[in-house]
């Protein structure tokens, strides 16, 4: 028998009444064609027990969620339809994915719809957008009561809160739940519901990361870092933080009795733990910490102290406790680059990539040589159009607080315009130094591109060109080796990359000083001319196999870094150092044999193994290792000439 209806506003003007809820219930069972006998008795029988349903939210969690699967479906009514509101601990438990089939007569349907709508526009995928609206917005609606556009922070984290303590109760993690939570926040941040968007970067809550470390001293600690905050930009106080809290754990595990700074002593204290540092990890990847973090550990305490005893605080040091030879000497590498070869293929891989907009910021730091945190500053109207200059590049304020201008060529700049498509549209969003809004060049999915996703990106089109691992900053290296190979001027090196001072480029000078190369050529030219004078091939002697060219003695035993040729041999000085070409041709992916050099290929190898062992006991294991290469070379072409005649 089909169920009596009744119009669902008929509930909103008496929702005390059981009667008008049940029949309410029959009705959207007949709209939807579902329902069955059991359906009608556990509405009946739930309405019996509760005829407010709201009481029901007030039993324990436990007898909330053993109703049965006939139940269920009526629970679902009641909350979609804003007659009970359940509380988060049956929310987070329950699996409310069957709404989407009941959900565009109820009140909170519209408010979905609006929200997966402008989910969509700022480039949520269909699926994060269907899981994003069951697991947060649609939750939210049903326990606040209210609609989408009175939800407010205190809300979200109110749903924040109520994952912690499920956590807490079960051990459940709420990572899905925590993605969700954000997710909404975007969406509600550019449908104007919420002032800001969800905020990124470390906690300013210094109290909750100084955990754990004696009180007296982590709240000087948490003093100092308040202060900072007027001068030093989040990232920075940050920084700090991390450090000074893993030098605040270290006194309080090495001596509790310490309660104050003053009391710091310099062999008590500070020498182990400097000791201590060579050993220290990484917090995040637990890997053993590098000389230039422990460089920076040892600078920020030490900067600590000090500021603090020139401002006069009370506990601080009575004496300097840490000097500069405390602090480890730093190595001097050149800067990386990418060889020309893996640069070309790298920027192959980019362009074929998947994740478009990711992979144009790297194209986008490569050609213009940009810092990371220069790249993902960028704003939208980056780009000037200079009449008779061409187009130039406003980079932003970044790591040495300058701004500069970079040239553009036509290509970079139809990869800009090519970013301004594909990039999440949206309002603009807070801009970390100002504080102002900004319309950022990178958006994904409404807010700004992470730079942990560029370095994944990153990561995957290195291996798919196969150059083994590369950071975003090789990128910068590349081009300002680019510009030192052609020959640009220091100055304008300097302009380019943002430099303030002449040192810092010439780093980049030093990978191909020209002074160095002139004065190699010339040594190379003497060197040359005095190997001039050494005997040379009789006349008439054949070229295979190699004559005596000493008189008697083979040219093998000759004092000279040597290498067998197949048409011949070539002769080095000593002072020239190992060739850097271990036979170039037969490593060569065009070279091509064939049977008929069988003899020549097993001569030569023979007076490779003759080389190698001369050069080994001379001392010369760079030459020794470079004739080893050309015989391994050999007996690989050998191998597959023999595997190829049979």
């Known amino acids: ?126 699926r994060v957008r269907t899981a994003t609206g069951s697991q947060a917005p649609a939750r939210l609606l049903i ?25 807490a109760r079960t051990g459940k993690g709420w990572h899905h739940y925590k993605a969700a939570l954000a997710n909404t926040h975007l969406v509600l ?31 000087a ?25 893993g030098f605040g754990r270290f006194l309080t595990d090495l001596d509790p009795a310490l309660t104050r ?117 960028l704003e939208i109207d980056c780009v000037h159009e200079i009449p008779g200059e061409g187009a130039w590049l406003k980079v932003p304020l970044g790591k040495l607080d300058t701004e500069r201008m970079v040239p553009l060529d036509t290509e970079t700049v139809e990869l800009v315009d090519r970013i301004i498509e594909i990039r999440s549209p949206g309002k603009p969003l807070t801009h970390p130094r100002t504080g102002k809004p900004a319309q950022f060049l990178f958006t994904h999915h409404g807010g700004r591109l992470a730079a942990q996703g560029v370095r994944l990106e990153l990561d995957r089109a290195a291996a798919a060109a196969g150059i083994g691992h590369v950071t975003p900053h090789q990128l910068r290296h590349t081009y300002a080796t680019a510009l030192v190979n052609a020959g640009v001027s220091l100055q304008s090196l300097m302009a380019l990359l943002g430099h303030v001072s002449a040192q810092m480029s010439l780093r980049y000078g030093k990978l191909f000083d020209t002074t160095v190369r002139t004065e190699y050529e010339r040594a190379l030219t003497l060197a040359k001319d005095h190997l001039a004078a ?22 093998t035993d000759t004092p000279a870094l040597k290498s067998r040729l197949a048409g011949g041999f070539c ?18 992916p065009n070279f091509r044999t064939d049977a008929t050099y069988l003899p020549i290929l097993a001569a030569q190898r023979t007076d490779a193994r003759k080389l190698a062992e001369d050069a080994q006991r001379r001392g010369w294991i760079t030459e020794a290792e470079r ?9 690989a072409i050998i191998t597959d000439i023999q595997k190829s005649t049979g």
């Open 1 to 126: 028998m089909t169920p009596p209806s009744m119009p669902l506003a008929h509930v909103f003007a008496a929702r005390s009444d059981a009667d008008d809820i049940y029949h309410a219930y029959l009705a959207e069972l007949a709209r939807t064609g579902r329902g069955s006998a059991p359906y009608f008795s556990a509405a009946r029988t739930f309405l019996q027990q509760w005829p407010h349903p709201q009481d029901w939210a007030r039993e324990p969690l436990e007898l909330r969620l053993s109703a049965n699967s006939s139940t269920r479906p009526f629970i679902t009514f009641l909350m979609l339809h804003d007659l009970l509101r359940p509380g988060y601990d049956y929310l987070l438990e329950r699996k409310i994915s069957s709404l989407w089939r009941e959900i565009d007569a109820s009140p909170i349907g519209g408010d979905l719809a609006e929200f997966l709508t402008t989910a969509h526009r700022l480039g949520f995928t269909q």
């Open 261 to 377: 700074l003053s009391q710091l002593d310099r062999r008590r204290h500070i020498e182990p733990w400097l000791a201590s540092l060579p050993d220290a990890v990484n917090s995040k990847t637990g890997e053993p910490i590098g000389v230039a973090d422990h460089a920076r550990r040892v600078v920020a305490v030490n900067t600590f102290l000090t500021e603090i005893t020139e401002w006069g605080w009370n506990d601080a040091p009575k004496r300097k406790l840490l000097f500069r030879n405390d602090v480890p000497r730093l190595p001097k590498p050149l800067p990386r680059y990418i060889p020309v070869d893996a640069d070309r293929r790298l920027t192959d891989a980019l362009r074929c990539s998947d994740h478009e907009l990711a992979a144009s910021a790297l194209l986008l730091a490569r050609s213009c040589g940009l810092r990371i945190g220069e790249l993902l500053d």
């Open 534 to 555: 050494l005997p040379t091939t009789p006349a008439g002697t054949k070229a295979l196999p190699l004559a005596d060219i000493t008189g008697g003695m083979d040219w």
């Open 189 to 219: 941040f550019h449908l104007g519901v919420l002032p800001e968007p969800p905020r990124s970067g470390g906690p300013w809550d210094f109290a909750v990361r100084l955990d754990g470390i004696t009180p007296a001293i982590a709240e």
């Open 627 to 635: 004739h080893h290469q050309l015989i391994a070379r050999l007996d």
């Open 571 to 588: 002769l080095r000085a000593p002072a020239q150092g190992a060739c850097p070409y271990a036979n170039i041709c037969e490593h060569c």
């Open 221 to 245: 600690m948490i003093d100092y870092l308040n202060a900072k905050r007027g001068s030093c930009t989040r990232h920075t106080v940050s920084s700090m933080a991390t450090r000074l809290t």
């Open 143 to 167: 326990q606040t009561g209210r609609r989408l556009h009175q939800l407010t922070v205190a809300d979200l984290d109110e749903f924040a809160d109520a994952c912690r303590d499920r956590q």
